[in-house]
Every structure is written in C-alpha cells, then in structure tokens.
C-alpha cells in the first residue's frame, strides 16, 4: 500500500511539473508529455484505490484500463516523435486519433466479469472479453507496441546521434530509453500474469522519463511556437 502511495505521489507531482513546463514553454512535446503523464497518474490513482476499496467498482476499473492499459505508454511515445519531430508527431496523432476514440467506446460499452481476475483488485484485463475486435483487450497490443517503439526508438536514435554533438541532450534521451524499458517491462510481466509489480514500474518509469525530458529539453532552443 506504502508503495502504491508513492507512486500515485510521484505521478501526479511528475504531472504537475510537466503541465508547467508546458504553461511556461508551450510545444506539442511537452503538451503529450504531460497528457501521458496524467494517463500515468490517473491509471495509478485508481489501482490505489481499489485497494482502499478492496475491489475494482466499474468506474475505476475502466479508467484504469483506459489510461494506463491502453494508453499508459501511446502519448509518450508520441511526445518522444514531438520531441525530435513535431510535423511528424502531429500528422501520426491525426491517423491514430479514429482509433483513440473507438478504444475508447470499447472501454465504456464492453461488458465486464470481475469473476475472472485473480484478485479483487488485481490489476489484470481478464474482466473484459477475450481479445477480439470488439473487445479492448485487442486494442491495448497495437497502443502499446507503438508508443512503446517511439519512446525507446526515438530516444535510442537521439541518443547515438548527438552523443558526440550534444552530450546533454544525448543523456536525456539515453534516461528516456531506461524509462521505455522499464515501462515496458512492466506492462509485459502483467500481460503474462505477473502482476504486483506495476506501481513500482511506473513510479520508476515516469521518474526517468522526466529526468530525460528535462535534459533533452534544456539542450534544445525552441522557436517561440514551433511545435
């Protein structure tokens, strides 16, 4: 419980700081930076207190599902594309967003079954349908897949490439690889039942992803609204 506390703290602290960078230095990086960070947030938020609780209700549970399962890693990765490139960025959030909405139906309308998760409150997906178009149990592998490959692709990139040119910059983005890794480890061990180590991942996670995007971000002079 101590834990999970910690990680809600941390998460919405991380927001906080995020959403003010962005209110001070607007830019498409650091707008979905803070939007995943609040997904972050609010998806930890909810599993802390479903244990207050001791069970998922269904409010909690679906916007658990949304914000973290489905979306936990999407607008980082996007904001990690923003970051070296905002045009790119930009248009990639045009195609996704039909999807994002229609993710999100599927979140809202699709029956649940608390029956078939381990736990009461056993951060798990096992109470929607079994993956299928229709169910949002499908929809979170693309999601994931993608912001995943973003956020670690683009900083691993960023990283070699001004690793001799601007080291700061290249340390940011190296924090930002880690935080990719450990995010997606996470969400991996859950996907195959290991569940219990999520708050601990995220809390890990979204420390280094900020720490990297405050280095990157400070190696970098921004046009006055270029993103």
């Not at 207190?49 to 549970?61: C, D, E, Q, R, T």
């Not at 490139?85 to 248009?91: E, I």
Request: aromatic content about 14%; proline content about 6%.
């Amino acid at each position: 419980m101590f834990l999970s506390l910690v990680a809600v703290a941390l998460s919405w602290a991380l927001f906080g700081l995020t959403f003010g960078r962005y209110r001070g230095r607007p830019s498409l990086h650091n707008a979905l930076y803070s939007l995943g960070l609040l997904l972050f947030a609010l998806a930890v938020s909810a599993e802390f207190l479903s244990k207050l609780l001791g069970a998922w209700n269904p409010f909690l549970y679906r916007l658990w599902y949304l914000a973290g399962a489905m979306h936990g890693v999407t607008f980082l990765g996007l904001g990690s594309l923003a970051l070296l490139n905002p045009k790119a960025a930009r248009g990639l959030l045009w195609v996704l967003l039909p999807f994002i909405f229609y993710g999100l139906y599927l979140v809202l309308a699709a029956p649940l079954d608390f029956s078939q998760l381990p736990a009461p409150y056993a951060p798990s997906g096992k109470a929607f349908p079994e993956p299928g178009l229709t169910s949002p149990r499908l929809w979170t592998i693309p999601f994931n897949l993608l912001g995943t490959v973003l956020l670690a692709g683009v900083a691993l990139y960023t990283t070699l490439l001004f690793w001799r040119k601007n080291p700061l910059r290249a340390r940011g983005t190296a924090l930002i690889f880690l935080a990719a890794l450990v995010l997606a480890s996470t969400s991996t061990l859950n996907r195959f039942g290991v569940v219990g180590l999520e708050e601990a991942g995220r809390a890990i996670g979204v420390a280094l992803l900020y720490l990297g995007v405050v280095l990157a971000d400070r190696s970098v002079q921004y046009a006055s609204g270029r993103a």
